[in-house]
């Protein structure tokens, strides 16, 4: 069981959160982890890139010189892949770099990434994170007074919110997101995480609701009616 301090916009504690990382990933897979994260860096990769063959290149197709009497090595066209200005022998092609791992995996995935930020300490919960209109001086006030002001913080709230999305937008290394769309990679990504704590009640009855989806019940098992004999 851990306890988590509760502190209010100007840094003081008001009051403690107890919960147990166990109840959000019952162990830390930092495989499952590893591959997560590398799927979501994958999938921002364009693929874009492109070099061009020796088709592709501009340049006549005629023999550079004859092929005896010269005293040269034989040669054939200036667009040769070994040739300055000719094309690539092993040419790069745009391709999809994007994959997919299961679902239950990936949500996995997101559980056990916040169960390690918890138990190593690198979550700071706040009582409430609102604003009634956007205020950058505001929010970086309260991020100074809670001390996360000088490092990289993940704001989690527990929906959408623009004035709270605008007020900490334009500060470095700072990203706000709801607890609906918390994965793997934003999670570890930052070294700290700041989260209300009514987003941190939500994150843990999704939790709850996923892994009661996953369980299902056992089917009972009906056996057939033996039939009777019946008596001459």
């Not at 010189?65 to 092609?93: E, P």
């Amino acid at each position: 069981m851990v306890t988590l301090p509760i502190y209010d916009r100007t840094g003081a504690e008001v009051g403690k959160y107890e919960i147990d990382p166990a109840q959000l990933a019952p162990r830390i897979s930092k495989q499952l982890l590893h591959d997560a994260v590398v799927m979501y860096q994958t999938n921002l990769r364009q693929g874009s890139v492109k070099t061009k063959t020796r088709s592709e290149v501009s340049g006549t197709s005629q023999k550079m010189y004859r092929q005896k009497g010269t005293g040269r090595a034989r040669a054939g066209t200036r667009r040769s892949g070994v040739r300055r200005g000719g094309g690539h022998i092993n040419a790069r092609q745009p391709r999809d770099w994007s994959y997919r791992l299961p679902k239950k995996a990936l949500r996995m995935a997101t559980r056990m990434a916040l169960a390690s930020r918890i138990a190593d300490e690198e979550v700071t919960l706040i009582d409430s994170l609102a604003f009634d209109q956007p205020k950058t001086r505001e929010a970086a006030a309260i991020l100074k007074a809670l001390k996360l002001g000088e490092t990289s913080v993940l704001v989690a709230v527990p929906e959408y919110d623009v004035n709270v999305y605008k007020s900490l937008r334009n500060i470095g290394n700072v990203s706000v997101s709801p607890v609906s769309d918390l994965n793997a990679m934003t999670i570890l990504r930052p070294k700290r995480v700041l989260m209300t704590s009514t987003a941190l009640d939500a994150f843990r009855q999704a939790a709850a609701e996923g892994r009661s989806k996953s369980v299902r019940p056992s089917e009972s098992v009906v056996e057939p009616a033996q039939e009777v004999p019946s008596e001459s």
